[in-house]
């Protein structure tokens, strides 16, 4: 929105130029994001226990969670309010990407939000069904999946980028479509699943979306795409104000989330958390990158994973309790000595990430 009312006005004075620049926008909404967020923070989280909406703990789950029970729940809303005000002030608003990225994100955090709703509601653990959860995913991935495949933006848009092999891209054609959809349903999900212990899965996710703001960027750029060997996106240009603001927003719901947590994001912050990376990636063509800068998010699903089926063929458990941060837990170490090596291991894995950058 800035860009369209200022920018015109640079030939008047020319201090206003600096719009131009995606750079300055990116600081922009970064800095804004994270002013809302931690402004509007009490706000919301004193509305939300107002609303009664607070967190309702598994009676299966370790004991010391026991005590987080009236935590005010559901302060994704604070996440998605801060994003999608500083990606509207700050983006180019002509941009089809932002919108994509901004409707995927709101609409996951939809879902989420009608899951921890009816949570609240009924006082229990359960929200949605399993499989009407499961059906918005789906169709939500498969939205961004087909846009992105009937609307493509050159001949790369369906092959698939292999970090390291940059000669071999294999054309995935219709099939992206699905494929997509899986990278958003498999992202929101393990996203979900991390969200367990005080500030475990928001410092992991705003590292992820500070490396996709400098990948989006270098996606965007003819000149740096081509020194670095890596695809080149026409639009991605405006993207890093998008991601930006996701990690201005994390930082700033961080304030409040951190170990004891005053608020958790629930399904509402961390579906649409998860769907925001996703589209990033799958609009940056680094869908596979995703998997490194998102590690600590593969591992808590594989571990689910792991666990349901080894215990259905076996009937015993591999971990004493899944997603695997509970399974540490139950071995007694402490909960922030947890969430701070989740976060260490978090940092290498976007060093990681960023060398792909340069090792094509």
């Not at 498969?142 to 790369?156: Q, R």
Request: charged share 10%.
């Amino acid at each position: 929105m800035l860009y369209h009312l200022l920018f015109p006005l640079a030939k008047y004075a020319g201090a206003l130029n600096v719009f131009r620049y995606v750079t300055f926008r990116t600081a922009g909404a970064f800095l804004t994001a994270l002013a809302l967020a931690w402004l509007l923070g009490p706000r919301i989280i004193d509305r939300l226990a107002a609303l009664r909406a607070r967190q309702v703990v598994r009676d299966d789950g370790p004991q010391s969670h026991l005590k987080k029970a009236g935590t005010p729940t559901m302060g994704g809303v604070l996440i998605l309010l801060a994003v999608t005000a500083a990606t509207l002030l700050w983006a180019q608003l002509n941009n089809r990407f932002i919108w994509l990225a901004l409707l995927a994100t709101l609409a996951m955090g939809a879902v989420g939000f009608a899951d921890d709703y009816l949570k609240i509601a009924r006082g229990t653990s359960v929200g949605l069904r399993p499989r009407q959860k499961f059906a918005w995913q789906v169709g939500i991935g498969l939205a961004v999946g087909a846009y992105l495949c009937l609307f493509p933006v050159d001949a790369f848009t369906t092959k698939l980028a292999i970090p390291f092999l940059k000669r071999w891209m294999p054309e995935l054609g219709l099939a992206y479509i699905a494929f997509a959809m899986l990278v958003i349903v498999g992202c929101s999900n393990a996203v979900n699943l991390t969200d367990g212990l005080d500030g475990l899965a928001i410092v992991p996710t705003l590292m992820a979306a500070a490396t996709f703001t400098l990948l989006s960027y270098v996606a965007g750029h003819a000149a740096m795409a081509h020194y670095l060997q890596v695809i080149f996106v026409r639009g991605a240009s405006e993207l890093p104000v998008f991601a930006a603001a996701l990690v201005g927003a994390s930082l700033g719901f961080l304030w409040y989330n951190a170990h004891p947590a005053q608020v958790f994001m629930g399904d509402t912050g961390s579906l649409a958390l998860g769907g925001a990376l996703a589209t990033v990636a799958l609009i940056t063509k680094n869908e596979l990158v995703l998997v490194v800068a998102g590690g600590c998010f593969v591992v808590e699903a594989l571990s689910v994973i792991i666990q349901v089926l080894w215990y259905k063929r076996t009937g015993q458990r591999v971990f004493r309790m899944a997603p695997i941060h509970h399974h540490y837990e139950l071995n007694g170490l402490p909960e922030p000595k947890i969430i701070v090596r989740f976060w260490i291991v978090s940092f290498v894995l976007q060093v990681i990430a960023l060398t792909t950058l340069k090792l094509r």
